[in-house]
């Protein structure tokens, strides 16, 4: 089953619960998809690695607007943020720990032969690949620097 179907289908018990906080969050996917399906170069049908993107951004998006919503003190539309980051995520692969990140970006590096920052470049390619869907690239690229300094 598709993303979109399985969205369209929790919209549906989402109303029916009277659920506001997770109607909200699946909304804002259904707009994401839809906003991706209608851009130039993209298939009826999104991948599962488009998919997975799209939500991502969403991830991201909720927690930048939360982070800015709790430094002006408003903290009723920090925790709408957060509700529907919550519900977003639901939807991503599981995310692997900061210590399984880096176990993979090791072996990764040790691949690739890197042993300078100036390979950044390399491992980053290699380990948003290999990691995709199941880390942030904030978190991939924090965990890189470290190894690589």
């Known amino acids: 089953m598709s993303l979109e179907t ?42 599962q690695d488009a998919e997975i993107k799209v939500l991502q951004k969403l991830v991201k998006q909720r927690r930048e607007s939360a982070e800015i919503y709790r430094s002006q003190n408003r903290e009723d539309l920090y925790q709408i943020e ?19 990140v880096e ?3 090791k072996d990764i590096i040790a691949e690739t032969g890197a042993s300078s920052i100036k390979d950044m470049g390399k491992v980053m390619g290699a380990a948003n690949q290999k990691l995709a869907g199941q880390a942030d690239g904030k978190t991939i690229s924090e965990v890189v620097k470290s190894l690589l300094a």
């Open 6 to 47: 399985q969205i369209n289908q929790d919209i549906k018990a989402a109303m029916i619960a009277k659920d506001a906080a997770k109607l909200r969050g699946l909304r804002a996917i259904k707009a994401a998809i839809l906003l991706a399906k209608t851009e130039k170069g993209h298939a009826d049908e999104l991948s």
């Open 103 to 105: 176990s993979v970006i």
């Open 82 to 100: 957060l509700e529907e980051e919550k519900v977003i995520e639901t939807y991503l692969p599981k995310q692997l720990s900061k210590e399984e």
